[in-house]
C-alpha cells in the first residue's frame, strides 16, 4: 500500500450549482477554513497555488450520514503528469475527501443498497455495494459516471452462489437532504456582507459625481466647452446632482456656442433649439 501524505487546503475558488430553484456557492463556503486531505504519494505532483476545483456536481450535492449533512463533491487539483516534446501534460488528482463516483452496471439491487460492478474509482476491484441508494433501478441498469457519489463505509459482505461469502468493497450513499444550517448561515452572512459592500461602493461613485459636478462647475463658468457638456450630462442624467433638464440644455447651448459638436447634437437629440 502506497503510503499516505496530508496536505492543507484552503479552498478559495467559486463553484456554483442549482438546488431548489436558487444558485448556491459552495467552494468560498469551503474556504472559511482549511481542509486536510489525505493524497497518495504520487500527489506530489500537485502544481503549487493551483486551486482545486469539483470534478462534477453530483446530483445530489448533500447527504446525511450519521446524523450529520455532508457536501458530496468530489474535489480535484492540477498535477503534472509528463512531458511531450519538452510542454508539460497536465492531469487532474483527486483529492481524498472520502467521497467516490458511483457508476457502473447494477449486479444486485437488495431492500438496503446496490450491488455494482465497474467501480467508480475504486481500485482492484470488479464490484462494490453501496448502501441507501434512493433511486429505483433493476438488474442490468447501467449507472453512468458524473452523476451519483457516495462515501467510504468499510466493507460489505455477501453470499455466494457456491455457499461461500465475499467482502467486497462499501459506499454508503446516505440520505440526500438540503445544505447544512453552517453552510446556510454563512450564505445568509456572505449575502450581507455583499449587500453592504454593494451599498458603500454605490455610497462612493456618488460622492465622487458629486465631486466632478463641483470641479466641472467651476470650469464651465470660466468658459471651458467641453466641461460645459459635460455638466450639462450631469443634469440631464442627474448624476451628483438633482436632474434638471433646462440647466441640461443651458449648459448645452453654451458648449454648442463655442463649437461643441457633441452639445449640438445633444440639443438635436432633444428637439430643442440651439
Known amino acids: 500500500m502506497k503510503a499516505k501524505i ?21 467552494g468560498n463556503f469551503l474556504g472559511a477554513s482549511a481542509l486536510n486531505f489525505p493524497l497518495t504519494q504520487s500527489s506530489s505532483r500537485i502544481i503549487a497555488g493551483q486551486k482545486p476545483h469539483l470534478s462534477f456536481v453530483p446530483k445530489d450535492p448533500w447527504h446525511e450520514i450519521d446524523g450529520r449533512t455532508n457536501f458530496a463533491g468530489i474535489w480535484e487539483a492540477p498535477a503534472t503528469d509528463s512531458t511531450l516534446n519538452g510542454k508539460v501534460i497536465l492531469t487532474y488528482v483527486p483529492l481524498d475527501s472520502g467521497w467516490r463516483e458511483v457508476s457502473g452496471k447494477v449486479l444486485e ?4 443498497g446496490i450491488r455494482i460492478s465497474i467501480p467508480g474509482r475504486i481500485a482492484g476491484e470488479t464490484e462494490y455495494f453501496v448502501a441507501n441508494f434512493p433511486y429505483r433501478v433493476a438488474e442490468d441498469d447501467y449507472l453512468p459516471p458524473g452523476i451519483y457519489t457516495a462515501k467510504e463505509a468499510g466493507t460489505y459482505t455477501y453470499p455466494t452462489a457456491i455457499g461461500g461469502s465475499r467482502t467486497i468493497h462499501q459506499l ?4 440526500p437532504c438540503g445544505p447544512s444550517p453552517e453552510y446556510l448561515e454563512w450564505l445568509k452572512q456572505t449575502q450581507a456582507a455583499a449587500q453592504l459592500a454593494s451599498k458603500q461602493e454605490a455610497k462612493k461613485i456618488k460622492e465622487a459625481e458629486v465631486r466632478a459636478v463641483l470641479w466641472l462647475q467651476s470650469k464651465a463658468t470660466n468658459g471651458d466647452a467641453s466641461a460645459q457638456f459635460f455638466l450639462g450630462k ?11 433638464r433646462e440647466l ?4 448645452f447651448r453654451k ?4 463649437g461643441s459638436l457633441e452639445a449640438s447634437n445633444e440639443l438635436v437629440s432633444l428637439k430643442v433649439s440651439q
Not at 439491487?109 to 438496503?112: A, G, I, K, S, T
Not at 454508503?172 to 440520505?175: F, K, L, Q
Open 172 to 175: 454508503d450513499y446516505g440520505h
Open 109 to 112: 439491487v437488495q431492500l438496503n
Open 248 to 251: 441640461a440644455i443651458d449648459w
Open 255 to 258: 458648449a454648442a456656442t463655442q
Open 6 to 26: 496530508f496536505v492543507t487546503l484552503i479552498i478559495v475558488g467559486q463553484m456554483a450549482f442549482a438546488q431548489d430553484d436558487s444558485l448556491i456557492s459552495y
Open 234 to 244: 450631469h443634469y440631464l442624467n442627474g448624476e451628483g446632482c438633482e436632474t434638471n
